[in-house]
């Protein structure tokens, strides 16, 4: 896969699939009681989009607790999947689900340390 040369069409496209995507993230936190945190970075206008499940009235699920929630899997109190692009092909093509009960993936690499959480 690669990046859509075509401004105009990239841009439209990148606009009705973050819609998509946040709309799919508000239906699986609303549906299924789940705390989700998603931070998406536009590269090209320098815009940060970010989304907390909850409500102002009841909480929302924020960084800190991404990184608290990442601090359990991380240490193997909770099951941690771990996902980047280089698992989009296994996504595609159906040989893969995120319930599989393999071990999870955990990122060496990752910048979060155990001093980022509070």
């Not at 815009?47 to 699920?61: A, D």
């Not at 692009?85 to 393999?102: A, C, I, Q």
Request: aromatic share 12%; net charge neutral; glycine share 4%.
């Amino acid at each position: 896969m690669a990046i859509i040369d075509d401004r105009t069409k990239r841009i439209n496209l990148k606009s009705k699939r973050k819609k998509t995507l946040m709309k799919k993230v508000m239906e699986l936190s609303q549906l299924f009681n789940l705390g989700i945190f998603l931070v998406i970075h536009d590269h090209e206008f320098n815009k940060i989009y970010e989304y907390n499940s909850g409500t102002y009235e009841s909480g929302l699920f924020q960084i800190d607790d991404a990184y608290r929630a990442l601090k359990l899997g991380k240490s193997g109190e909770v099951q941690h999947k771990y996902f980047t692009n280089d698992d989009y092909v296994k996504f595609k093509s159906n040989k893969f689900s995120v319930n599989e009960s393999v071990d999870s993936k955990i990122d060496p690499e990752s910048p979060m340390q155990d001093d980022d959480i509070q």
